[in-house]
């Protein structure tokens, strides 16, 4: 039995998303492929990817609204 069960899995990059971004539909399937995602809803297929941590262009203090 391995006692190892902190949260986060370095290697699991499951990111399931909670609704399809273009319909809303919340019952998404996954595809065969690693993170795409299919909306039988809309008919869309589409993939999530992990950009990196941190908030982007904050190399300018001046934040457009
Ligand atoms: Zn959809």
Redesign the pocket.
């Known amino acids: 039995m391995s006692a190892a069960s902190s949260g986060a899995s370095p290697r699991g990059e499951r990111m399931a998303p909670f609704y399809?971004p273009?319909?809303g539909?919340e019952h998404l399937e996954p595809r065969e492929e690693h993170g795409s995602w299919f909306?039988p809803?809309?008919v869309?297929s589409f993939t999530l990817k992990f950009l990196g941590v941190g908030v982007p262009g904050t190399a300018s203090k001046e934040i457009p609204r």
Do not use: N, T
């Open positions: 399809c273009y319909c539909e909306c809803d809309c869309r």
